[in-house]
């Protein structure tokens, strides 16, 4: 409340907090017969209607909007079970509050762990931070690459064609493949790639250069990537994924993929095989992407 006087958009937040209060003080907690999923009571929350519109109800900490604009619906996030118990003892949710925020035109609101030693340092001065980030904007996000993503790409593949992981492309050459890279974008900064390389007459796309950097590794950018490029390689009519690796083979087999024959290669991708790098052939059949999502 002290805060709501420095912020219009907490004010606002506060006293629709404080008049819904009003509207509950009747309302009591009443607990039901055990919950048929986990053998514990569950909360059956009713509370009665507000300004003559139907008040929201809450079964088991989930809350649904259906009149008051507080819960879910327009305002955009939720609020049910130990949120609300919290709130009708006098506390209002950092979360709740953060969203709201958001919602007037905060750009973006870190939550933070008061008990951890420098927190404010390590939220601000690492990439991924240390607390919790409610943000009005994209923070990371999957696209198709563009010609300023250059040097970007070339900083997450060079260490992977120096090994020998990656077969090494010139800048000319990643230039002129720029729009068949998919990027993953985290604040600015490209943090993992691949690209597709489709072939319409075979109906069929090779899948290259997948690589994520060091520091953002384990965290599921390439499944990320593999999904995007699925969706992506779907929207074209493609019916097929191949692919040339000599390192990480297991990693594509356990998301589909199977080994093949130089073969099942198109003939024009053929031609161009290094054979000297005794690289393994493997492919993966496309289900039809169903779920309605355009990939541009």
């Known amino acids: 409340r002290q805060r709501a006087k420095q912020s219009e958009v907490a004010a606002n937040y506060v006293e629709a907090v404080s008049q819904d ?4 003080e009747r309302y009591q907690f009443a607990d039901t017969s055990p919950s048929a999923l986990n053998g514990k009571p569950t909360a059956d929350i009713s509370p009665p209607a507000l300004n003559g519109k139907p008040a929201a109800r809450f079964q088991n900490g989930l809350g649904f909007d259906i009149g008051n604009g507080l819960w879910y619906g327009e305002q955009g996030f939720a609020i049910g079970g130990q949120e609300t118990l919290s709130r009708l003892n006098g506390y209002l949710s950092e979360l ?10 905060v750009q973006r609101v870190h939550l933070l762990d008061g008990t951890i030693g420098g927190v404010l340092l390590l939220e601000l001065f690492q990439r991924d931070g240390v607390g919790t980030m409610v943000a009005s904007d994209v923070y990371e996000g999957t696209r198709m ?3 300023s993503d250059l040097a970007g790409i070339r900083q997450i593949i060079r260490p992977l064609e120096d090994a020998g992981t990656l077969v090494r492309r010139t800048d000319e050459e990643l230039l002129k493949q720029i729009d068949s ?6 604040e600015g900064q490209i943090i993992a790639c691949a690209a597709l390389f489709p072939y319409f007459e075979n109906k069929c796309g090779e899948v290259a250069a997948i690589a994520v950097s060091p520091e953002c590794r384990g965290q599921g950018q390439g499944d990320k990537l593999l999904d995007y490029i ?3 390689a779907s929207s074209l009519g493609l019916e097929m994924l191949f692919l040339l690796t000599t390192r990480t083979a297991d990693w594509f087999v356990r998301r589909g993929f199977s080994e093949c024959s130089i073969d099942c290669i198109p003939e024009e991708r053929r031609k161009r095989i290094n054979l000297s790098r005794n690289s393994k052939y493997y492919m993966k059949k496309l289900v039809p992407d169903r779920s309605g999502i355009a990939i541009r």
């Open 21 to 24: 209060l009003k509207n509950h």
């Open 96 to 105: 709740a509050a953060a969203a709201f925020v958001c919602r007037g035109g």
């Open 145 to 147: 690459a563009r010609e």
């Open 230 to 232: 699925e969706k992506k």
């Open 181 to 186: 890279f998919i990027v993953v974008e985290r």
